[in-house]
């Protein structure tokens, strides 16, 4: 019975961590944030990177962290995809996240795993820094 418990709230993660619209072009990405006056938040990720699947699985699971980020344009990038790696300042790690504007300014870094009350203060600074550059 414990397996069976455990097996159903590791599904419904996932299904969870499908609320999220994650954008997989990155230059797609970037017109319809234009188009909607958001900023991007970039997901650098490997396939075989555990922090990544940690990520994914607590950080962007957490209700406060999906509500936040329905600011931005969602985009998750594979670090192998080199088209897409080129568009990016260096990424010396994964997972990174980018937070920018459309014109591809970065207005907050993550690099590394962060749990969602400390993820948080990274959406919130990047929020707060692109609505103000908005508003001028």
Request: aromatic letters at 10%.
């Given at each position: 019975?414990?397996?069976?418990?455990?097996?159903?709230?590791?599904?419904?993660?996932?299904?969870?961590?499908?609320?999220l619209?994650w954008?997989?072009?990155f230059?797609?990405?970037?017109?319809?944030?234009?188009?909607?006056?958001?900023?991007?938040?970039?997901?650098?990720e490997s396939?075989?990177?555990?922090?990544?699947?940690?990520m994914?699985?607590?950080?962007?699971?957490?209700?406060?962290?999906?509500?936040?980020?329905?600011?931005?344009?969602?985009i998750k990038i594979?670090?192998d995809?080199?088209?897409?790696?080129?568009?990016l300042?260096?990424?010396?790690?994964?997972?990174?996240?980018?937070?920018?504007?459309?014109?591809?300014?970065?207005?907050?870094?993550?690099?590394?795993?962060?749990?969602?009350e400390?993820?948080?203060?990274?959406?919130?600074n990047?929020?707060?820094?692109?609505?103000t550059?908005?508003?001028?």
């Open positions: 019975m414990k397996k069976l418990i455990f097996i159903f709230s590791i599904l419904c993660s996932m299904a969870n961590a499908a609320n619209k954008n997989d072009d230059n797609e990405a970037i017109l319809k944030a234009k188009k909607e006056h958001k900023a991007l938040m970039v997901m650098v396939e075989h990177c555990r922090w990544c699947k940690a994914n699985e607590t950080t962007f699971n957490d209700n406060k962290v999906k509500a936040g980020l329905r600011s931005f344009v969602l594979m670090r995809d080199t088209e897409s790696m080129r568009l300042p260096d990424v010396v790690g994964v997972p990174t996240v980018f937070f920018m504007t459309p014109e591809k300014e970065i207005l907050e870094q993550a690099i590394g795993f962060f749990e969602e400390d993820f948080l203060i990274f959406i919130n990047a929020k707060k820094k692109f609505y550059k908005n508003k001028q």
